[in-house]
């Protein structure tokens, strides 16, 4: 695949209705038809219920309405569409699954045009492993000729089913990640960038739940460990256009993914 020499994308930061799909679609769509023209557009983790550790009422099919919508916005947008949702599968367990949705030649919903990554990680701490089945399975996906590995909220602290083999540009992460441990979560976005000579797409959500607050801090982190962020506890979009080609120069120059110890 002929390598891209930049990629415009936009992280959409938002605050979650609790349980309510239909307004955190519509949310999300005024956001994401406020942001600058992109090639991919993403969304935070479980972005259109909040993070609950009772899905049985609220996950979707893997062909559900959420799906069907992020389809149509990837179509409408020209552009690839991210987020994570909870969804059931047929065998009835359920799964934190990060879609990446890319526009489809016909205008429907085609499973050809999806790809997904299901959370390694489960979040023991918050009750996350008693009703979610862990995935186990690194996902990395080219989009228009670059290469996003895929990981969700507490995967960013596990930095050896993060570490980048060669095999990816840019790191998303999306998150639910409270307020509490924001200096946590600036830190490790960081950390990935540089240890990974990559850029790390980390995106947040804002406001409450029953559990927690949020208060943002999505940022694009780029391989030198600089973020562009979104402001603090605010709805918000932060766009900008990744550099492949000063990327490749500089791995090429600083070739520590090369000698990297093979763990």
């Not at 934190?96 to 890319?102: A, E, P, Q, T």
């Not at 200096?183 to 927690?212: F, M, S």
């Not at 949020?214 to 694009?220: C, D, Q, R, V």
Request: net charge negative; glycine share 6%; hydrophobic share 40%.
């Amino acid at each position: 695949m002929q390598k891209n020499e930049d990629m415009k994308v936009s992280l959409i930061q938002m605050d979650i209705a609790w349980l309510d799909a239909a307004a955190n679609r519509k949310t999300a769509e005024q956001l994401m038809r406020s942001a600058e023209k992109s090639d991919l557009y993403v969304l935070p983790e479980m972005w259109n219920t909040g993070v609950t550790t009772e899905p049985q009422s609220i996950a979707e099919d893997e062909e559900g309405e959420t799906l069907q919508w992020m389809q149509r916005m990837a179509n409408e947008l020209d552009a690839a569409v991210a987020g994570s949702i909870a969804v059931q599968l047929p065998d009835g367990s359920f799964r934190n699954r990060l879609y990446f949705i890319k526009p489809s030649e016909n205008g429907q919903c085609s499973m050809v045009n999806v790809q997904w990554y299901d959370k390694h990680h489960l979040f023991s701490y918050g009750g996350e492993t008693e009703h979610y089945t862990p995935g186990n399975a690194s996902v990395s996906v080219d989009w228009r000729g670059v290469r996003f590995h895929l990981s969700i909220c507490y995967d960013l602290r596990f930095p050896l089913w993060l570490r980048n083999r060669d095999n990816y540009d840019a790191l998303i992460c999306v998150a639910s990640w409270p307020a509490v441990r924001t200096h946590a979560w600036n830190i490790l976005l960081q950390a990935r960038a540089i240890e990974n000579q990559c850029y790390v797409l980390g995106v947040n959500r804002i406001g409450k739940d029953p559990v927690c607050e949020y208060s943002g801090g999505t940022a694009i982190v780029n391989p030198f460990g600089f973020a562009t962020s979104c402001p603090a506890g605010e709805a918000s979009v932060v766009t900008k256009t990744l550099d492949l080609k000063r990327l490749n120069a500089f791995r090429d120059k600083f070739p520590v993914l090369k000698e990297a110890d093979r763990l």
